[in-house]
């Protein structure tokens, strides 16, 4: 079987680390069940996703668990 | 030093263009298409199988069965946990190149993760690798 290469998102990023996945990225103070961010906030949605996706393109860093900050996630809370 | 951390981490090097690959979700999430068959929760062991979820289902059609994490808001809206409409809005954009054949969920919480680390895992990747087809895969969680 060909390798498969994947990004993760979590929001458990210490139990993330024990694993130690090829590419992460913890979308810092999302809250369980909030991984791309909270409902409809689209935009940020796709911002997460997108961060994640650009991961592929970056130099590698397997293990590591890459925090970004989203401010929108806390700007509208709902 | 935990074992874990001396062992190599598997890494597969994405080559070629992000703009043209394709992208299937894999969600340990407990998300299934609502014509599907639940994820056993009654089962304190958990249930170490996975849905097939095809690219063009819509959002409406979805659902999670999971007794693990607060889900109220993927009930509202799954694209905070399988992010499948912004991800066709990427495509959209071009900033990838398509939907992959197939997505994947199931549901992740379970007493048997060795079974699930050696039976569902490999299944899901085979999957992936023969039908789904997809060039990168993006894993969530809950």
């Known amino acids: ?78 | 030093m935990p074992l874990i951390s001396r062992k190599c981490v598997p890494f597969t090097p994405f080559e070629g263009d992000l703009s043209r690959a394709t992208v299937a979700l894999v969600t340990s999430a407990g998300v299934h298409r609502k014509d599907q068959e639940p994820f056993n929760i009654a089962d304190d062991l958990g249930d170490l199988t996975f849905r097939i979820i095809e690219p063009d289902v819509s959002a409406s059609e979805l659902m999670v069965t999971h007794h693990h994490y607060d889900h109220s808001d993927a009930d509202r809206d799954i694209n905070v946990v399988f992010p499948i409409d912004p991800l066709r809005e990427l495509v959209q954009e071009g900033v990838v190149g398509g939907l992959a054949r197939e997505h994947i969920g199931f549901m992740g919480y379970s007493m048997r993760l060795k079974q699930m680390y050696e039976e569902t895992a490999p299944r899901i990747a085979e999957e992936i690798d023969r039908r789904s087809r997809a060039d990168v895969v993006v894993l969530t969680g809950g």
Do not use: W
Not at chain 1, 28 to 43: A, D, V
């Open chain 1, 1 to 78: 079987m060909r390798g498969i290469p994947t990004v993760l998102i979590t929001v458990s990023p210490e139990a993330s680390r024990q694993m130690r996945p090829p590419r992460a990225l913890y979308p810092k103070g999302f809250k369980i069940g909030h991984s791309l961010g909270r409902p409809f906030q689209r935009e940020l949605q796709k911002r997460v996703l997108r961060d994640a996706l650009a991961l592929l393109l970056e130099p590698p860093r397997p293990g590591e668990i890459i925090e970004r900050t989203y401010p929108e996630y806390e700007m509208n809370p709902s």
